[in-house]
């Protein structure tokens, strides 16, 4: 005989809330009691606690995770802005050239180059030695940034074709690429080089 007495399993029902808090305040997520996967958004760059609690109605956990929101485009202007500055949309605005090299801040960010260097921006370079022969394509890729090299044969012709594509390196360089059948004289093509942003 045995003084063991088996309790039955109780069905657990799980339950998971993630609670974001940022300074003094909590805010409320996502309660939910059925999902396996809950997403948490930020709209404000800062650091979060982000907290998961898990229960049965009797017992719970809690575990917080740390969570840093950065907001990439703030972040890169204050290495490049005084204060001053930065409370200057003329100098340190998304649409200002302050180095006057033709592009935006917002473009210098999207292109990984610097605002404050004329010298650095996004070009794309061609030589051409003799009609008929492959025209050399060059220009100053940074480092973790993906690039397309593309064309078209015309104005009024919106559908840009690739012409080749360039993986990311970790340090900045020169890419050269040809182009081993560009249009002879009369003809036109131009080209573009782009990156995609963040
Ligand atoms: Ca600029």
Known sequence: MSAFKQMP??????????????????????????ATRTKAGF??????????TAGDGVFTRTADVLVTVTNGIATWKAQYFTAAELANPAISGDAADPDGDG????QEYVA???PRDPASRLELKAEFSVSGAPLKLRFDAMAGKTYS???NNGFGISQ???LADVAPAS???????FDFSPVIDPGLRFYRV????D
């Open 160 to 162: 840009w074709t690739k």
């Open 194 to 197: 782009v990156t995609p942003g």
């Open 9 to 34: 399993h109780r069905k657990r029902t799980e339950f998971v809330r993630l609670i974001i808090s940022l300074a003094r305040r909590t805010a409320l997520l996502a309660p939910t009691n059925t």
């Open 149 to 151: 090299l593309q064309f």
């Open 103 to 106: 592009h935006t801040n917002l």
């Open 43 to 52: 709209t404000q760059a800062g650091v979060y606690t982000l907290r998961l």
């Open 171 to 177: 340090t900045n360089r020169v890419v050269e690429t």
């Open 112 to 114: 990984g180059t610097k």
